[in-house]
């Protein structure tokens, strides 16, 4: 007899206890010892709960009802107790900050052998080992707390292989990475695969993860599996609105459509005034949070109405921290900060909301409301509007990101791109006339934050918009200026492609260029400025 | 960073010490303490704290906030007491006038008089000194206790797995917390939310920090599943666990536990004795005439 493979999955359907729909419907493939299984498929099409059977949360945690089967080695793991599962089966979750449950990274990489009862001195050795193998032994000694998005994916990986697992289930391990440490995450778990383990990786940065050559691909929709086999065969099979694939093939199939519709930019910025006029001034402006430690130094530029700015760079480059001096969040250690004119010493956040609007990253940080109305509401009442005043700006903007009918609903019950939506419109709102974006894409997937930025560029209101990305596409598809920051410094602003030609640049402030730069670059003679790959296979 | 830890390895006395011999001297102390209201008794504990917090190698830059915080708090109760005589009714039934301070106004026909006697006065000292003690040593745990030994700790002292842990991971999630709250409250404010400005009554108050602490204890409910999830998925309950951090007490752990045992009888029996209540000095007590 052969021996069993890692992981045999046959015909499986769950539902969740409290639901009415099946989360996956059978759904059957195997995983080979040495080889990356790429899950794909758009927010909610069950890839999560795909895992969760794999690795016994369901049934143990999350109740439900399963048909069909789960074989680990050819067995259920369903009657494994814990422990063993936990060797065998190694997971590593979406938010490396939740997962890690150590104040010490030795600790954190240790968790999972203590609780086995194991030996001090074999605890040691192969946490050491996990590090070692994963390169991040100088961080040993290191607080959790503050260590770098990357480096904490690096040491929740650890923590799961020490366990030594032979099956490793990653669920979208790159959402919080910015790319360079998405690579290098992304390298590591190549070379897992190479050592001999079988890897199932979540992930709708398919682009991305193509570059480590996952050996098959299954898309997931609606719970169940539309393509399994080789990578090539994927974009035959999808969309390419549904999937990030690699420009040259986006550009490929976009020619047999017709072309896409140009999108009007800024509507509002027309009419308001006169562009010379910057709406925001930084004047020599230099921070930092402790008292010797400088995170910004000398930052000088001007944001005029009908700039839509990306703002660009590595995690901890700064950026959020320059961005939070715009809205007065933040004052300067030295130098000014001019909103309208007027120091932002002098006046309040509050006071600064009504021309300046930030939307955080994460909607859930700031929804609480009991309605969508009175959540949309909040910011106007804050700045004293008058209630009919109130009414029409909440009107408005719920119009504008079509979400009139969900006026009475909970935000908090919505979807994450509608919540996505409200926090935008709660901006609205206040009729700020800039919009300023963290991190706009986070958390969505492609065709979702697609069509999202889409339809915020087009919103009437904004004079100008600012955003923070770590995703150069974002820079090159939307933006019409783009400010490089890194280690606290404004490195290169001006138009996209000014900026992003210079490739050494890019490098040096670890910004990863992609293939839709690439295709744009070589057409740049023809198009004289960057669009996107559907719109450049209409160049010729 | 916003929230940081304020551990540091430090030259300290406290941090000589094996921290679970450390947490039973504190604990020692602190019943010592609870059982004097002698300012005889009293000011030589005060001295012990003193000491601690001078050896303790932490900046005064480090610990000013929480000082100047508790300080202004230990006083402010110090003072009430002084002003309305309250609490130390238990402890003292006579008291002996030195002046009446009457007011030189009257509001709605009542005129504030403060009557300053012995026995007040001395009571709000006690009252200082036992507060004051109280407050130094525990201060100086968090900027002197290493985070990642709180468990080990805490097992160490016979505590069970899963609570000792529940001391580690509520020491790893603070930070997280903290962060958290500090994000809502940068994008409340985003949307022109003052917290300085909160007024009314104490339900619309509580009622008004509704967009700061709904978003907060969402994420923070949010993200406990995942932890959850984190530490079954690393087998965390499935039996004794090893802690990888180990303690080992030294001689010198043996006597500060000893030193702290024989406070707290010494304590004990004092009180026991009937000595230790509350004192106010005979020759005082003359010069108000009594």
């Known amino acids: 007899m052969t021996n069993p493979l890692p992981l045999v999955v046959e015909n499986l359907t769950f539902r969740y206890r409290d639901r009415q729909e099946t989360a996956i419907r059978d759904i059957s493939f195997s995983a080979n010892p040495g080889e990356i299984l790429l899950v794909a498929g758009a927010s909610g099409c069950g890839k999560t709960t795909l895992i969760r059977c794999i690795n016994g949360l369901i049934p143990r945690s999350y109740k439900g009802e399963v048909t069909g089967r789960v074989l680990v080695y050819g067995e259920e793991p369903q009657t494994w107790p814990l422990s063993r599962i936990s060797q065998k089966i190694g997971t590593v979750l979406q938010d490396p900050e939740r997962q890690i449950l150590g104040t010490k990274v030795l ?434 | 960073m916003l929230v940081t830890w304020r551990y540091r390895k430090r030259r300290s006395l406290i941090q000589w010490f094996d921290p679970r011999a450390w947490i039973i001297f504190y604990s020692c102390f602190l019943f010592a303490t609870l059982f004097f209201w002698d300012v005889r008794f009293l000011v030589p504990l005060m001295l012990i704290a003193i000491v601690v917090l001078l050896t303790s190698g932490i900046k005064w830059h480090e610990i000013r906030r929480a000082f100047l915080f508790i300080g202004a708090f230990v006083f402010f109760f110090a003072f009430l007491t002084f002003l309305t005589g309250r609490g130390g009714m238990e402890v003292y039934d006579e008291e002996h006038l030195i002046r009446s301070l009457q007011a030189p106004f009257t509001i709605f026909g009542w005129q504030p008089t403060l009557e300053v006697t012995v026995e007040r006065s001395f009571f709000a000292l006690s009252q200082l000194v036992r507060v004051f003690s109280i407050a130094v040593m525990t201060i100086l745990i968090p900027y002197s206790l290493n985070p990642s030994y709180y468990g080990v700790t805490f097992r160490g002292l016979g505590l069970p797995d899963k609570i000792a842990y529940a001391m580690d991971l509520t020491m790893r999630f603070i930070p997280t917390f903290g962060r958290d709250f500090q994000l809502t409250m940068d994008a409340q404010r985003a949307r022109g939310y003052e917290l300085e400005k909160i007024r009314g009554g104490l339900i619309e108050q509580v009622r008004k920090l509704g967009p700061l602490m709904v978003p907060v204890i969402i994420h923070a409910i949010i993200g406990s599943e995942d932890i959850i999830d984190a530490m079954d998925l690393r087998a965390f309950g499935i039996g004794p666990r090893t802690w990888l951090q180990e303690l080992h007490y030294e001689l010198k752990d043996r006597l500060l536990i000893a030193f702290g045992i024989l406070m707290l009888v010494g304590a004990l029996v004092i009180v026991f004795m009937g000595y230790g209540g509350f004192w106010v000095p005979e020759s005082l007590i003359r010069m108000a005439g009594g």
């Not at chain 1, 994927?234 to 986006?250: D, F, M, Q, R, T």
């Not at chain 1, 005043?389 to 609903?409: G, M």
């Open chain 1, 107 to 540: 600790n954190e990489v240790a968790f999972g052998l203590e609780n086995l009862g194991l030996p001090r001195a074999e605890i040691y050795q192969r946490a050491d080992d996990a590090m070692r193998f994963l390169n991040i032994l100088h961080l040993r000694e290191r607080e959790t707390f503050n260590l770098s998005g990357g480096e904490k994916q690096k040491v929740a990986l650890a923590g799961v292989l020490a366990m030594r697992p032979s099956i490793l289930l990653l669920d979208e391990p790159l959402a919080s990475l910015d790319p360079a440490s998405a690579l290098e995450t992304l390298s590591m778990v190549r070379m897992l695969a190479d050592e001999g383990m079988s890897v199932v990786m979540i992930e709708h940065r398919v682009e991305d993860v193509m570059k480590v050559n996952p050996e098959r691909v299954m898309f997931m929709t609606e719970g169940e599996v539309r393509y399994l086999g080789p990578l090539d065969g994927l974009s035959k099979v999808v969309n390419y609105h549904e999937v990030k694939l690699p420009a040259e093939v986006i550009i490929a199939r976009a020619a047999q459509d017709p072309p896409p519709v140009e999108i009007d930019v800024l509507p509002g910025r027309a009419g308001a005034g006169p562009e010379s006029e910057p709406l925001v001034r930084f004047e020599d402006v230099a921070f930092g949070y402790d008292r010797d430690v400088e995170v910004l130094h000398g930052i000088n530029l001007d944001i005029r109405r009908g700039d839509v700015v990306a703002v660009l760079g590595p995690n901890g480059a700064g950026k959020t921290t320059f961005v939070k001096h715009a809205i007065g969040l933040l004052k300067p250690k030295s130098g000014r900060v001019l909103v309208n004119g007027q120091d932002t010493k002098d006046a309040s956040v509050a006071e600064i909301a009504s021309t300046l609007g930030y939307v955080f990253q994460s909607p859930s940080h700031m929804l609480f409301a009991q309605t969508v109305y009175d959540e949309l509401a909040f910011g106007p009442k804050n700045l004293k509007h008058s209630p009919e005043e109130i009414e029409k700006e909440v009107k408005e903007a719920l119009e504008t990101v079509n979400l009139e009918e969900r006026e009475q609903d909970p935000p908090l019950a919505l979807s994450f791109g509608q919540q996505k939506r409200v926090s935008i419109a709660a901006i609205l709102a206040m009729r700020s006339r800039i919009l300023v974006m963290d991190e706009p894409t986070a958390g969505q997937d492609y065709q979702n934050y697609m069509s999202f930025m889409d339809s915020i560029l087009q919103m009437p209101g904004f004079e100008s918009i600012l955003f923070i990305t770590h995703d150069v596409d974002m820079a090159v598809i939307y933006a019409n200026r783009v400010i490089l920051v890194a280690n606290g410094r404004i490195e290169a602003d001006g138009k996209p492609h000014e900026v992003l030609s210079d490739l050494d640049l890019l490098k040096a402030c670890r910004v990863v260029p992609t293939t839709l730069l690439a295709a744009n670059l070589e057409r740049l003679p023809l198009t004289g400025r960057f669009m996107r790959a559907e719109a450049l296979a209409h160049v010729s």
